[in-house]
C-alpha cells in the first residue's frame, strides 16, 4: 500500500500562476515533483490520486481539487542526482557502435545516470549526468539559449576577420549560426561561447572559415564550471551551484 501525501492545488496557483483546468502531469512537473514521462509512469501505477480517486492518463484537474502524491515521487525526488563529468577524447557519449567505450563504462555511480546532450567522441570536457528526466528539454532546447563555452585551438592563426566571422555567425550548410562570443586566448587558441547546440558546431563553423579544429574542450555549462575536475573524474553538484542551475532552467526543487 501506497502512502500519500496530500496537496491543495488552490495553495500553489499562487505560486506559480497555474492555468486550470491543467493536466495532471504538467501539474506535477510544474510543482517540481517528476517529469511529464515519469507522472505519466506514476499516474498508470496508481500512484497518484485527485480527490480521494485514483488519477488516469489526461485527466485535468481544476483549483481547487486536492491531489494526492504517493510516497514513490518523493522517493524520486530524493533519489535526484547531477554530476559535473569530464569527458575524456574517445569516449561516446550516446550509442556506442562495437569497439567503443561509453561514459557507463567509466562513471560507476551508485544511481545510473545519462548524459544531458552530446559531446563528440573526439572532443573532450565538461558534460552533466543526471538521472532527473525534467531538465532534459529545459537544458537542450534551442530556444532557451542556455550558454556553453569552450576553449578551441585551430591549426592557423587567428585573424581579426576570423574572430569577426564567428562572432556574427557563420553559414553552415543553409544554416547561419546565432551571434557567439569570442575571446582570443593565444595564436591559435581562443574562447567561444555559445548559445545553441548544432551537431559538430563549432568544427564546422571553423571549416567553413578555412581552419581544422585540433583541440576541443567545453569548461561550461551555464553555471557549472568544469574547474580543476581531472578527464575521467566527477563531481556532485549540490548547494548552491545546484539551486542556480535549476533557477536558471525554471525547475522547482521538490521539498
Known amino acids: 500500500m501506497f ?11 499562487m505560486q506559480d500562476n497555474i492555468e486550470y483546468p491543467i493536466r495532471i502531469n504538467r ?32 485527466q485535468k484537474v ?3 481539487d486536492k491531489v494526492e502524491i504517493s510516497d514513490k515521487v518523493k522517493k524520486i525526488a530524493d533519489e535526484r542526482v547531477y554530476l559535473a563529468f569530464n569527458k575524456p577524447i574517445g569516449i561516446v557519449t550516446h550509442n556506442p557502435i562495437k569497439g567503443q567505450r561509453s561514459i557507463e563504462e567509466i562513471v560507476k555511480y551508485k544511481t545510473k545516470v545519462f548524459p544531458m546532450g552530446r559531446l563528440d567522441k573526439d572532443s573532450h570536457g565538461l558534460i552533466i549526468l543526471t538521472n532527473d528526466g525534467r531538465i532534459t528539454n529545459a ?12 576553449v578551441v585551438e585551430v591549426n592557423h592563426r587567428i585573424d581579426l576577420n576570423f574572430i569577426r566571422a564567428m562572432e556574427q555567425g557563420v553559414k553552415i550548410d543553409d ?13 591559435r587558441v581562443f574562447h567561444i561561447t555559445l548559445i545553441e547546440g548544432k551537431k559538430h558546431q563549432i568544427r564546422r563553423m571553423c571549416s567553413a572559415l578555412k581552419q581544422e579544429v585540433l583541440d576541443l574542450q ?16 566527477y563531481r556532485e553538484i549540490e548547494g548552491e551551484e545546484l539551486s542556480k542551475f535549476l533557477k536558471e532552467l525554471n525547475i522547482k526543487d521538490y521539498n
Open 3 to 13: 502512502v500519500f501525501y496530500v496537496f491543495k492545488m488552490y495553495y500553489f496557483a
Open 27 to 58: 501539474y506535477l512537473f510544474i510543482k517540481g515533483y517528476c517529469s511529464r514521462r515519469e507522472a505519466d509512469r506514476l499516474i498508470e501505477k496508481g500512484q497518484i490520486k485527485i480527490n480521494g480517486k485514483v488519477a488516469v492518463l489526461g
Open 62 to 64: 481544476e483549483e481547487n
Open 139 to 150: 537544458l537542450l532546447n534551442p530556444e532557451n539559449e542556455h550558454e556553453k563555452e569552450y
Open 175 to 187: 544554416y547561419k549560426t546565432k551571434p557567439a562570443k569570442i575571446k582570443k586566448i593565444d595564436a
Open 218 to 233: 567545453r569548461i561550461r555549462v551555464m553555471n557549472i564550471k568544469l574547474g580543476k575536475l581531472k578527464v575521467g573524474e
